[in-house]
């Protein structure tokens, strides 16, 4: 059976992105085809995200930018030690069940900025990053690859196609996807680069880490709410810690911008920890405080130039973002955090 529908998808195939496309189309076609994806799976009545749906917690904590940074760093909202207010969003990439092995996402959200922003709203710097250091395909054409065979329930035929195959996707997914005991011993990665600075002379990766000498968190009650669960019983016990670093692009030829299936090695550049983030215990669950973390809409653009999005990947995130969060949250104003 699985051998037949290998078979006949592989023949059907996929609609690829061979085709030359401007990233105006590519963008427009992207937007169109994740609207009607989200419009067809609600949750409960409430249109989805398309990526990152299920909300594990949202989180009020404190971004505190370090006094001992190197000086190549102390750019834009790393050029002054300080501490702000800053709103954490824990999701699944996939999986309504936290037993089930998934990507997490954590997309950080930094109030009291200085300065005017690249997009959105002044004052605030917006950080999303996931729990695996390469994204599954490297190229907006191959992500737009992606949205389509998925629409079209073609997956198999992206992965084993023949004539277009995205095995290095299968092979990234597989060892990205895993079971986790909880969101804060996860560490999480931006995956695609982003300016450091006012020119075009550094760029730089993002990773989030739980702080160095912290114990394992306690896990939840298992089941389809564990991370949640285990969220909770960290909190009910103790602050939590995490560590924000950069990793600097010292190598172009193995460091590439544009494409995001590339990891940067570590052993070549290591990440270098700039700011500590900090979450107090606080109730997170509660029926309202869900519903404000379904509202709440990130944006890499939404940044200072200084922390510029690099590279076509995020040159599409742009609009895709800002045009599915419109659709999820149009009963409500955008910024309704
Ligand atoms: C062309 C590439 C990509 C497209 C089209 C895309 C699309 C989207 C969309 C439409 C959303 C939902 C936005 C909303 O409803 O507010 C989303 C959420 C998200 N994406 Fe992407 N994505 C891309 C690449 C990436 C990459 C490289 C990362 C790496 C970190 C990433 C991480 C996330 C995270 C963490 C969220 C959740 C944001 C939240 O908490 O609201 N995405 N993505």
Redesign the pocket.
């Known amino acids: 059976m699985l051998v037949a529908t290998l078979v006949g998808s592989i023949l059907t195939g996929t609609a690829t992105a061979d085709e030359p496309v401007n990233t105006e189309q590519l963008v427009a076609e ?1 937007n169109q085809r ?1 609207a009607t994806i989200m419009r067809s799976s609600p949750i409960d009545g409430v249109i989805p ?4 749906a299920k909300s594990l917690g949202c989180l009020d904590a404190t971004f505190r930018v370090h006094e001992s940074i190197n000086n190549e760093f102390r750019q834009g909202l790393f050029a002054q030690p300080g501490s702000y207010r800053a709103r954490l ?1 824990f ?1 699944n990439a996939s999986q309504q069940d936290d037993s089930e092995k998934d990507i997490r ?3 950080i959200k930094i109030f009291g900025v200085k300065g005017e922003t690249l997009w959105g709203e002044s004052g605030i710097q917006d950080f ?3 729990s695996y250091p390469a ?1 599954f395909v490297g190229t ?1 054409e191959d ?1 737009l690859d992606f949205i389509r065979a998925r629409q079209e329930d073609k997956m198999v035929g992206f992965f084993i196609n023949p004539f277009d195959s995205h095995l290095k996707s299968l092979w990234i997914l597989f060892k990205a996807r895993a079971v986790h005991s909880s969101p804060f011993s996860i560490r999480y990665w ?3 680069p982003y300016r450091l600075g006012t020119d075009d002379s550094m760029a730089v990766k993002y990773s989030v880490t739980p702080c160095s000498g912290t114990s394992e968190p306690p896990a939840g009650q298992p089941g389809k709410d564990q991370l949640s669960s285990a969220m909770k019983a960290h909190l009910d016990r103790a602050p939590v810690c995490l560590e924000f670093s950069i990793q600097k692009r010292t190598h172009p030829g193995d460091m590439p911008i544009e494409d ?1 299936s590339v990891i940067w090695a570590e052993d070549v550049s290591p990440f270098h920890t700039v700011a500590t983030l900090t979450i107090q215990p606080q109730a997170f669950d509660t029926p309202e405080a869900l519903a404000a973390c379904e509202k ?3 944006n890499p653009w939404q940044s200072l130039p200084e922390h510029q999005p690099l590279g076509r ?1 995020n040159e ?2 742009r609009e ?2 800002f045009s ?2 419109q659709l ?1 949250t149009k009963e409500a104003p955008l910024t309704n955090w």
């Not at 995200?49 to 990152?52: D, E, K, L």
Request: glycine share 4%.
């Open positions: 992207m994740i995200r398309f990526n990152q969003r999701a996402g954590l997309s999303l990053l996931n994204l907006p992500f931006s995956t695609t995001a709440i809409s990130f990947m599409v995130r895709t973002y599915a969060s999820r």
